[in-house]
């Protein structure tokens, strides 16, 4: 799952809050912003590897969604082992 944030300095918290209750699915969190001259970007994107539950993936999908908080663009993908 592929989380591009909005108003990332507003957000993180909120985001933060939602990632640790489906922390037991997560199984690598990566998160990205840019940095300009010292400053920090107000866009981030988070890389989630989910595991377990594929209801759960779609809760978790469904509640950043509905999140009003959070602003973001998510993409779901499947990578299989050849």
């Known amino acids: 799952m592929v989380l591009l944030l909005g108003k990332r300095m507003e957000s993180a918290v909120k985001l933060q809050k939602v990632l640790t209750e489906y922390g037991c699915y997560i199984k690598t969190r990566l998160g990205l912003?840019?940095?300009?001259?010292?400053?920090?970007?107000?866009?981030?994107?988070?890389?989630l590897e989910l595991v377990g539950d594929k209801e759960k993936h779609g809760e978790l999908y469904n509640t950043l969604k509905k999140a009003s908080c959070v602003s973001v663009d998510i993409q779901m993908m499947t990578i299989e082992n050849c």
């Open 33 to 47: 912003h840019e940095i300009v001259d010292a400053s920090c970007s107000g866009v981030g994107m988070v890389i």
